[in-house]
C-alpha cells in the first residue's frame, strides 16, 4: 500500500515552501477540486494540489498531495510513496487515521493515559478501562448537545463540565445548583437534564439538576 505521512503548516511549524507554490496555495490556481467520499461530512469538497518533492536522504521523489478548503485553516500536507492510489482514496485514508490519531491524542492529553497511578498491571489495566469509559461518556454526551455533537472531550469540559456549584442533599434526594453561563441554554433544551435522575448505586436516590442566575 505504501507510506502516507500527514502534516499540517501552522505557526508552529518548522516546514516552509517556496514563494510560487505558497502563492498557488493562496490563489488556489492549478489546484483540482475533489469531493470527500463516505460519511455525511461539513466540508464535502477540498481543494488539491499534487507535485514531487525530493526529500535529503531519500533516493526516490515522493508524491506530495496540499489539500485546502476542507473545515482546517491552514493546509495539510500529505506525502506518500504511494502512486498506485488516486488521490481521492489517499485523502480518504489520511481522514480515517486522523480521527484515530486524535481520539489517541485526547485520551493522553486529556485523560493523561500515559500518567499511570501505578506498575501493578491490574491498576493499569482499570485506569485504561475508566479513562475508556470516561471517553466514551463524553462522546455519548456530545450527541445530545446542538452544535458540539463532534467536539472532543476538552472542549466539552471547558464548556459545561468545568464550572463550580452547591450540591444538596435533603435527606432523601440530591440537588446539584449551578451558576448560569453561556453555554447554558443549550443544557436547558436537553430534556432529560431537566428531570430528576434515579441513581441505582445510590439506593435509587434522585439527582436533580438546576440552573441559578
Known amino acids: 500500500m505504501g507510506t502516507v505521512v500527514v502534516f499540517r503548516s501552522n505557526h508552529q511549524s518548522r516546514f516552509s515552501f517556496h514563494s510560487p507554490l505558497r502563492r498557488t496555495i493562496r490563489e488556489g490556481k492549478g489546484m483540482v477540486r475533489g469531493a470527500q467520499q463516505g460519511q455525511q461530512r461539513k466540508h464535502q469538497t477540498f481543494l488539491a494540489y499534487e507535485s514531487e518533492v525530493t526529500l535529503k536522504g531519500c533516493p526516490k521523489p515522493l508524491r506530495q498531495i496540499i489539500m485546502k478548503d476542507h473545515g482546517r485553516a491552514e493546509p495539510?500536507?500529505?506525502?506518500?510513496?504511494?502512486?498506485?492510489?488516486?488521490?481521492?482514496?489517499?485523502?480518504?485514508?489520511?481522514?480515517?487515521?486522523?480521527?484515530?490519531?486524535?481520539?489517541?491524542?485526547?485520551?493522553?492529553?486529556?485523560?493523561?493515559?500515559?500518567?499511570?497511578?501505578?506498575?501493578?498491571?491490574?491498576?493499569i489495566f482499570f485506569d485504561l478501562l475508566l479513562s475508556v469509559i470516561a471517553s466514551l461518556l463524553y462522546r455519548r454526551f456530545a450527541q445530545d448537545l446542538p452544535r458540539f455533537e463532534k467536539k472532543l472531550a476538552p472542549d466539552l469540559f471547558r464548556h459545561f463540565v468545568d464550572m463550580p456549584g452547591r450540591v444538596r442533599f435533603d435527606g432523601r434526594d440530591f440537588e446539584v445548583r449551578i451558576r448560569k453561563r453561556a453555554h447554558t441554554p443549550i443544557l436547558l433544551g436537553v430534556k432529560k437534564l431537566q428531570e430528576a435522575i434515579a441513581i441505582p448505586w445510590l439506593k435509587g436516590r434522585r439527582l436533580k439538576i438546576t440552573f441559578t442566575s
Open 76 to 123: 495539510t500536507f500529505v506525502l506518500t510513496n504511494n502512486r498506485a492510489m488516486e488521490l481521492v482514496e489517499i485523502l480518504s485514508v489520511y481522514a480515517r487515521r486522523w480521527r484515530i490519531e486524535n481520539k489517541l491524542a485526547e485520551l493522553v492529553d486529556f485523560f493523561h493515559l500515559n500518567a499511570l497511578s501505578s506498575p501493578i498491571m491490574v491498576r
